[in-house]
């Protein structure tokens, strides 16, 4: 890493996968290169459904934004491995996003986008794809599982939701089918679930697959019958949860944790909540009774 020299132009190396777009912001001068800074993020469910040309014009215009601070007043010369982009810079009568970013892109003096191929673009290209071995478990796991493990520190509920779901007939059905699942059976979205840590966790919206791993989805700790109530006094009366209403006590549970009939549970136990009903009370204004009109003379 260097310190940015704006005498010097920068040059944006960029890539974008199926999932992801990365950056990296360099210079090349005295013969020598020298890295000024790494970016990257996740694609959102929308940007997704994108196509290759789309994704890799959006990387230059997510990362333009991000590197604002050093690109703007200066040369900028873009490399990508997508040879589409070269006509952005002159491109005319263009439409829709593409008009849009291309207006967003003329506030700079972007003075080249280069075709380089993929085998040289390696450094950009790892930022968005960032691979990881198929046995271990990927950062997209890693950050919603502790999502769902925060809920209970320093308890042992996760401890006793391990020995219910193993006791449980149709979880421990899935716990036996993912112990034993051969590697081809990993794309098999008819059973969206995975194993850490001996816990049974559920994946939501499984509907991206790359390389045998599921990227970007949300992994939803299973909670077994006989734990259900347990959870549900979790997240709504412990002093933390604050006895929150349906639809807040229903969202922290959805992002965390997953069962069937859980937003049935969710509006029957707050509802059946003794403290609930005795301090709670509806702030929705209500209509006055209707008045009768007062007749002061005769009318025919």
Not at 79 to 89: F, G, Q, T, V
Not at 168 to 174: E, F, G, N, S, V
Request: contains cysteine; glycine residues 4%.
């Amino acid at each position: 890493m260097n310190t940015p020299n704006f005498e010097q132009p920068f040059i944006l190396e960029l890539d974008a996968c199926e999932y992801g777009v990365g950056a990296v912001l360099t210079e090349e001068y005295e013969e020598k290169k020298y890295v000024i800074a790494y970016a990257s993020r996740t694609l959102s469910t929308d940007e997704r459904k994108y196509g290759a040309t789309e994704r890799e014009a959006l990387a230059i215009v997510w990362t333009t934004k991000h590197f604002r601070p050093y690109l703007e007043g200066n040369k900028i010369y873009v490399r990508s491995d997508c040879k589409a982009l070269e006509w952005m810079r002159t491109a005319k009568d263009v439409i829709g996003r593409l008009a849009r970013w291309a207006m967003k892109l003329s506030a700079y003096q972007i003075e080249e986008i280069k075709y380089r191929p993929g085998k040289l673009n390696a450094n950009a290209d790892s930022l968005s794809r960032n691979p990881l071995p198929d046995d271990i478990v990927n950062q997209h796991e890693v950050s919603t599982i502790e999502t769902a493990v925060n809920l209970w520190q320093n308890t042992n509920i996760l401890k006793d939701i391990k020995e219910e779901q193993q006791a449980d007939p149709k979880l421990k059905q899935i716990i036996k089918f993912l112990e034993t699942k051969t590697t081809t059976d990993s794309n098999d979205k008819r059973n969206p679930h995975i194993l850490v840590n001996g816990l049974l966790y559920k994946i939501k919206n499984s509907n991206i697959h790359y390389n045998q791993r599921i990227i970007g989805e949300k992994h939803l700790l299973v909670i077994p019958k006989t734990m259900q109530d347990k959870v549900l006094e979790w997240a709504h009366d412990h002093p933390t949860a604050g006895h929150g209403g349906q639809q807040k006590t229903l969202f922290r549970l959805t992002t965390r944790v997953y069962w069937g009939s859980m937003k049935k549970d969710v509006f029957n136990y707050i509802s059946a909540c003794q403290a609930c009903q005795q301090f709670k009370y509806n702030n929705a204004p209500t209509a006055s009774p209707m008045q009768l009109h007062a007749v002061n003379e005769p009318w025919h």
